[in-house]
């Protein structure tokens, strides 16, 4: 298992594929626009003209792309993974996609002896840079057994959920708790400035006790400097929202707190803030 395939070099693939190489593996990659792995190729990384040749010289493919309508174009696609992947081999889609997508390349591989998993993640940029992300897997347990060394070099918490699908599920979990988080966040430090507070100190203050997340420590900083660069875009907070909610309408369940941080990012992608980080909820707040 020396040669990694990995589909999708964006602000948090390219960290990824980069720690996979300088950890010893032979890496090749492919993304729609060559430039944006550009400094994973600098690295010693190996460039594939297509996704089938990418697919042929790997043991292990990884998928980090932007929608549910990319995952299902790389994987079945006419050019896509299963038109190329050989029995025995390791797919990893770490996307955050919808969980019935992910059973179906999981029913997929079992009928082509491949073995498939879902393992979406979450930490963002700063954790695709510094290996620290949190990652929630479904698929086979013995495919994830013999897949945990390379989790271990992404992440520091890498935890098996169960069958196909669940990883996905689980990252849904994800962000139904930092939808609502975000919003408090915002709130906060607009109410710290108000009340003519030093919103750095409150932060000192606050992130440390009850209201601790990791939202307010990493992002909360960010939103103070007027920092909206993506960690995580909006365009693709709205499209977790999305999902999240319509799994929880399947299971006819209520998210209040879901769908107002849904429409909050919603207005915000059509003031044109989409390709911003989702600290920039803030903008909604500061005046």
Not at 103 to 111: K, L, N, P, T
Not at 259 to 272: F, T, V
């Given at each position: ?8 070099t964006g602000?948090m693939?390219?960290s990824m594929a ?6 010893g ?6 993304t ?8 994973v190729l600098?690295?010693g990384a ?5 996704i ?15 929608f549910?309508?990319d995952?299902?174009e790389?994987?079945f ?11 025995g081999m390791?797919l990893?889609d770490?996307?955050?996609s919808?969980?019935?997508?992910a059973d179906?390349i999981?029913?997929?591989a079992?009928?082509l002896?491949i073995h498939a ?10 954790g695709a ?6 990652i929630?897997v479904g ?8 897949m945990k060394?390379i989790?271990?070099i992404?992440?520091k918490n890498v935890?098996?959920?169960?069958p196909?699908?669940?990883g996905q599920?689980?990252?849904m979990?994800?962000q139904i708790a930092?939808a ?9 430090i607009a109410?710290?400035?108000?009340a003519?507070?030093d919103?750095?100190?409150?932060l ?35 499209k977790d929202?999305g ?11 209520d ?9 909050l ?5 059509d003031?044109?803030y ?6 920039a909820?803030?903008n909604m707040?500061?005046k």
């Amino acid at each position: 298992m020396r040669t990694v395939g990995f589909i999708g070099t964006g602000v948090m693939g390219s960290s990824m594929a980069l720690r996979i190489l300088q950890s010893g593996y032979r890496v090749l990659v492919f993304t729609r626009t060559r430039s944006k792995a550009s400094s994973v190729l600098q690295a010693g990384a190996e460039w594939a003209n297509s996704i089938s040749e990418l697919v042929i010289h790997s043991d292990v493919v990884i998928t980090m792309v932007g929608f549910p309508k990319d995952v299902e174009e790389v994987y079945f696609g006419e050019n896509g993974i299963f038109q190329s992947a050989k029995p025995g081999m390791y797919l990893i889609d770490m996307t955050t996609s919808s969980p019935g997508l992910a059973d179906r390349i999981g029913r997929v591989a079992v009928e082509l002896n491949i073995h498939a998993l879902d393992a979406p993640v979450s930490g963002g940029d700063v954790g695709a840079r510094d290996g620290t992300l949190s990652i929630m897997v479904g698929g086979e347990e013995r495919a994830f057994t013999a897949m945990k060394p390379i989790f271990d070099i992404l992440g520091k918490n890498v935890v098996y959920h169960g069958p196909s699908g669940a990883g996905q599920h689980t990252k849904m979990c994800n962000q139904i708790a930092i939808a609502s988080n975000m919003i408090g966040v915002c709130e906060a430090i607009a109410y710290a400035k108000e009340a003519g507070l030093d919103p750095d100190r409150v932060l000192q203050s606050i992130s440390s006790g009850a209201a601790g997340s990791w939202s307010l420590t990493h992002l909360a900083p960010r939103m103070i400097q007027g920092d909206m660069k993506p960690g995580f875009y909006i365009k693709h907070f709205i499209k977790d929202m999305g999902i999240a909610l319509d799994e929880a309408k399947k299971m006819h369940m209520d998210t209040p707190g879901l769908e107002m941080a849904l429409n909050l990012y919603k207005h915000l992608s059509d003031l044109g803030y989409g390709e911003l980080g989702t600290q920039a909820l803030y903008n909604m707040y500061s005046k």
